[in-house]
DNA sequence: CGACTACTTGACAAGGATCAAAGTTGGTGG
DNA sequence: CCACCAACTTTGATCCTTGTCAAGTAGTCG
């Protein structure tokens, strides 16, 4: 039963910045991410999963967790009729397919030619049965995995589709920040359509939304793919309720 | 970080029944739960919540784990604008307050007076430093917990307020069936608003879909509180997207 | 260069939100 | 036991946002 992207380490050391646990704002914590244990994971092992192909899909049997090494993915879950809601996105560092149930609870698509090192989930829990600090960093895995679960319920519980957009930008903003990226400039890796299945609205409302936020100065559109965040302060204001379009 | 009431348990026994891990159905699963390790549950330490009382807030340190020993809770965060997200209801049995964070990430706020029985979390950990079988029950809780967390957005993303309202129904039907209970009655230990805040919609919205839904037959409204779902199927293949209101 | 795909923009309609009011329910005190 | 009150729920009318359908534009790959 898992999806998400989160570090699988010994959590001794967690905590230490100046971040508290629990952050005032209801998007300061998400996707926060301590270094993993590297030693516990293995160099071989490695997949190329080519653009669009899937790691694997909802249903397949959990044979493995993996860390994203190079490139992007999607995960996603199906309703009946097709529609299709995005769970998460998995980036660079990330681990996907943490959880304990026998099979993946989600669809992990590739949204470019992405690269992935695999570890046995008996190998990793083996080792977590002997070494305590694995099966906390686990938990903790999990437990983060939660958090971000809830903030995303918070972006979709009746919220416009401005406030949805901005809560997704800040998301990425902040995820480039844990990687020592840049925290103005955002790379869209995933497609419209990927967007609006995230946010649960169209790619009609998605590509109206960016327009409106452009046209108020919010963001810069540099490339489709490149967005440049000025006033991030107004967008964080919009993602979180405090501010109206 | 976490809210969910989930069993803490061995995970030895799990998933004998016949109920396949990854079920077809997106809401087969939902609050599955097996049977406590009831010795690692403490007999002491009760507390009781007067209703409308908060038995934990947003932020406030995580001391404890609690299981509902009687009654019924209201898991929650705010926006900065006042808006509410439901993020889940806790019920008898449940066990709320797991996670790795250092403070709360919901509110815990009582239905009715509520029962609670308290496990300080040092202790939880501790057991589960020495006892595999307890880390594993915590991890494994956690992956529900997020199993849950995503039915739920799939619930959120874009879908009508009837397929989030009989979602809700068929949800409160599976834990009822879960604890033993009738699964075509369920009984609604929480007001309108607190349905309205977990699917994502107004009261008024709620009331109308319940009163259209009775309208076509799928329920009847034996009380405001007390709904019988006749035509379950037509229930659950409404929250399931297959069938249009 | 042309065909394909993805994105943007526009016009219209549908579904919910909002505002307003009437109807229920449950609790309190006479 | 009943009447009253406050809180909650239901219903109604209207407005607004977003979804839908459709067309046009841009970017990509052969």
Known sequence: MLTRHQSVDSGAA?????????A???????????PLVEQEWPTSNW?????????????????HVYKVMHGALCLYRLLED??????????????????????E?????????????????????????????IA????????????????????????????????????????????????DVVTLQMSRSDIADFLGITIETVSRTLTKLRGQGLIEIEQITTLRLTRMSKLVALAEGRVRV
């Open 136 to 183: 906390e960093g686990l938990y903790e895995a999990l437990s983060r995995e939660i958090v971000v679960a809830q903030e995303h319920l918070m972006c979709l519980g009746h919220r416009g589709a401005a406030e949805r957009v901005a809560t997704f930008l800040v998301i990425l903003s902040r995820r480039n920040e844990a990687r020592g990226l840049a925290c």
């Open 14 to 22: 967690r905590n230490q910045s100046s971040t508290p646990d629990h």
């Open 47 to 63: 997949r190329l999963i080519a653009d669009k192909a899937h790691l694997y899909s909802e249903g397949d049997p959990r044979t």
């Open 82 to 103: 097709g529609r299709r809601q995005v769970i998460d996105f998995a980036f660079e560092g990330d681990v996907i397919g943490l959880g304990s149930g026998r099979q």
């Open 105 to 133: 609870s989600c669809s992990a698509q590739a949204l470019t030619a992405t690269q992935v090192s695999g570890l046995p989930m008996a190998t990793l829990m083996a080792a977590a049965k002997t070494n305590t600090r």
């Open 24 to 34: 005032t704002t209801a998007l300061a914590r998400t996707h926060a991410r301590a």
